[in-house]
């Protein structure tokens, strides 16, 4: 089975801080993404990655960075935290070209107070 | 600017009824996924549809592709309360797997 673990399912910061959502497959899969779910707007593509040190950036790429050090691992990071950045993020990751459906971690529920 | 619209946003079903939910979508693609969400879970691959007229069933559940009307449908059929959940359609554009996805159906099928 493929396995898509995020590090946190729950995660409450202060606006201002610096956030690190980790993402880490088991499948070799080439692709990762990131996308933020809220109520309403379904899933909105922040950055994707087709390879290791790639990225590109997807629909809502503003206040937020990626890195991708090691095929397995796809990081989101939130320079400086804002309350509109309260949302539920969810990690996919799947082999490269059309056709390979994406598989999806648990997400994360990050709160911005 | 590819578009993905799933209608309708919110449906309540009998059990034993059936019903179809509809995703259009605004751009050439032959590559449409549909997906399911429980409450408080992710997203559970359910249908992978790769030609036009492409159909793909699993138990009350059929799920198709009109490329040229830019439509597919899921069917559900007879339904019960386990099938209540979020379903998400997702359209591929660019053939490199970056999908946009629709903005979610809640079903809900009530006793």
């Known amino acids: 089975d493929v396995k898509v673990t995020q590090s946190s399912r729950y995660l409450v910061k202060r606006t201002g801080e610096k956030v690190f959502l980790e993402c880490v497959q088991d499948m070799d899969h080439e692709n990762m993404f990131w996308y933020r779910q809220d109520p309403g707007l379904g899933l909105r593509l922040i950055y994707f990655?087709?390879?290791?040190?790639?990225?590109e950036k997807g629909d809502i790429p503003e206040g937020y960075s990626v890195s991708r050090e090691k095929k397995e691992r796809f990081s989101l990071i939130l320079e400086s935290a804002s309350t509109n950045q309260t949302s539920m993020y969810l990690c996919?990751?799947?082999?490269?070209?059309?056709?390979?459906?994406?598989?999806f971690g648990p997400g994360t529920r990050l709160t911005v107070l | 600017e590819l578009k993905v619209e799933q209608n309708p946003l919110f449906l309540s079903m009998q059990e034993g009824k059936n019903y179809t939910i509809y995703c259009n979508y605004s751009?050439?693609?032959?590559?449409l996924y549909w997906y399911r969400q429980d409450p408080g879970k992710s997203l559970e691959s359910l249908f992978v549809l790769l030609s036009n007229g492409a159909v793909k069933q699993e138990g009350r559940l059929m799920a198709s592709l009109d490329t040229k009307a830019r439509l597919s449908t899921l069917h559900i059929t007879a339904a019960v309360h386990d099938l209540s959940a979020t379903y998400f359609c997702a359209v591929d554009w660019d053939n490199n797997n970056d999908m946009r996805f629709g903005a979610g159906t809640r079903l809900t099928v009530k006793p």
């Open positions: 996919a990751s799947s082999f490269p070209s059309g056709g390979n459906e994406q598989f």
């Open positions: 990655s087709y390879d290791v040190k790639m990225k």
């Open positions: 751009t050439t693609s032959d590559r």
